[in-house]
């Protein structure tokens, strides 16, 4: 691929869609650091999650590792190549388990698979009582403030001739307190809960807002950063499994509670993989949410019909499908997708829904890429 011509293209793709007169759709991927590691062909040193997990210094080679292999191999509307200045420094990594952890969740780890945490409450709701996830003193934080310093510390260093970068400033987002007191408590028992202690469910939501707001202003004043923000965007995966009548009663109020301690208004954005679509026009009508990161089971050509054409929508061919093909099928939904009025308003992001697996072909990537440069144009 010629690098320097495909970067100019992503230049002209982004600015027109970010001046409202796209000329075509952009194509980009999910992906993060587990392509590396669960993959025997890029990880040929063995390195475990346990590894990436228990050492910044193996979590920065993963990473930068990772960096290399994306932009030299998944083709996309990213920059490709060597970066001009740096390779856009480290993060603290713990995947989906860094707000479990924070709470006092055990981790365990799994071979060849993400590592996964046990609830904390699973067996006995009251030890809420003990949990002090107080940003003072909580061991977890210490040890990703630990490795930001690390991750500082390296910050100037080459990697292959280029300047690593500085970090990313950690846990300034949250996956969202209905997920993250389903991870704390357990996702069925949570459910039962609803019915069964439904007072209970309100006082978990409740410590699980006021502790990540904490944490999160916590970090931001640390980093001398401004908050609230005219935006902010959170992720919430776990409200696909409840009702819409359920959502407005014990999760919305936490949502607006979040929302309105960082952000100005907005508009705001939000992830959402799953099922979870019957919350959509509560979202935005609610929170001003105008940007939604989709999953793959989501009718996004449904969704804009509910939503409007000036609702930014990001999604969705299904990951399962890239990875395992056949190749004429990915051509098929991308264009499926294209046409199902999604691009109707011009505020349409073609992507996986959501996170590319490990070992999925960078030719059916290619093809999703492809397919999506050719049938996605604007007239």
């Given at each position: 691929m010629d690098f320097s011509s495909h970067n100019a293209e992503v230049k002209e793709v982004w600015s027109s869609y970010y001046s409202g007169r796209p000329i075509r759709v952009p194509v980009y991927f999910n992906m993060n650091p587990r392509m590396i590691l669960l993959d025997p062909a890029l990880n040929k040193e063995g390195v475990s999650f346990k590894d990436y997990f228990e050492s910044p210094e193996v979590m920065a080679k993963i990473q930068l590792k990772f960096r290399k292999w994306v932009r030299f191999n998944v083709p996309q509307d990213r920059e490709m190549g060597y970066p001009e200045d740096n390779w856009?420094?480290?993060?603290?990594?713990?995947?989906?388990?860094?707000?479990?952890?924070?709470?006092?969740?055990?981790?365990?780890y799994w071979e060849e698979s993400l590592p996964?945490?046990?609830?904390?409450?699973?067996?006995?709701?009251?030890?809420?009582?003990?949990?002090?996830?107080?940003?003072?003193?909580?061991?977890?934080?210490?040890?990703?403030?630990?490795?930001?310093?690390?991750?500082?510390?390296?910050?100037?260093?080459?990697?292959?001739?280029?300047?690593?970068?500085?970090?990313?400033?950690?846990?300034?987002?949250?996956?969202?307190?209905?997920?993250?007191?389903?991870?704390?408590?357990g996702a069925s028992q949570l459910c039962i809960d609803i019915y069964e202690d439904p007072d209970f469910v309100h006082r978990l939501m409740d410590f699980v807002t006021d502790a990540t707001i904490k944490r999160i202003t916590y970090i931001m004043d640390r980093f001398g950063l401004e908050y609230p923000r005219k935006s902010w965007g959170f992720a919430d995966d776990s409200i696909e499994l409840i009702s819409e009548k359920i959502y407005k009663e014990f999760v919305l109020p936490y949502h607006k509670k979040l929302v309105k301690a960082f952000s100005l208004g907005g508009p705001n954005s939000i992830h959402l993989c799953g099922r979870a679509s019957h919350h959509f026009l509560t979202i935005k009508e609610e929170l001003n949410v105008m940007d939604f990161d989709t999953g793959y089971p989501t009718d996004l050509g449904e969704m804009r019909k509910v939503l409007g054409p000036e609702v930014t929508l990001r999604g969705n061919i299904s990951p399962m499908l890239l990875l395992q093909g056949p190749v004429y099928?990915?051509?098929?939904?991308?264009?499926?997708?294209?046409?199902?009025?999604?691009?109707?308003?011009?505020?349409?992001?073609?992507?996986?829904?959501?996170?590319?697996?490990?070992?999925?072909?960078?030719?059916h990537l290619r093809v999703m890429y492809e397919t999506g440069k050719r049938y996605g144009r604007y007239n």
């Open positions: 856009g420094g480290c993060w603290v990594d713990f995947q989906n388990s860094y707000e479990a952890l924070y709470f006092g969740c055990r981790l365990f996964d945490i046990e609830p904390v409450l699973k067996y006995r709701k009251e030890l809420i009582e003990e949990l002090n996830p107080d940003p003072e003193d909580n061991p977890f934080l210490k040890k990703v403030l630990d490795y930001y310093d690390y991750f500082l510390s390296i910050s100037d260093e080459l990697y292959e001739g280029i300047p690593i970068g500085k970090p990313q400033i950690p846990l300034t987002g949250t996956d969202g307190p209905f997920t993250v007191s389903a991870q704390i408590r099928r990915i051509e098929e939904e991308v264009i499926r997708l294209l046409n199902s009025g999604v691009m109707e308003g011009g505020r349409f992001i073609l992507c996986d829904g959501n996170n590319v697996a490990p070992l999925t072909p960078i030719e």
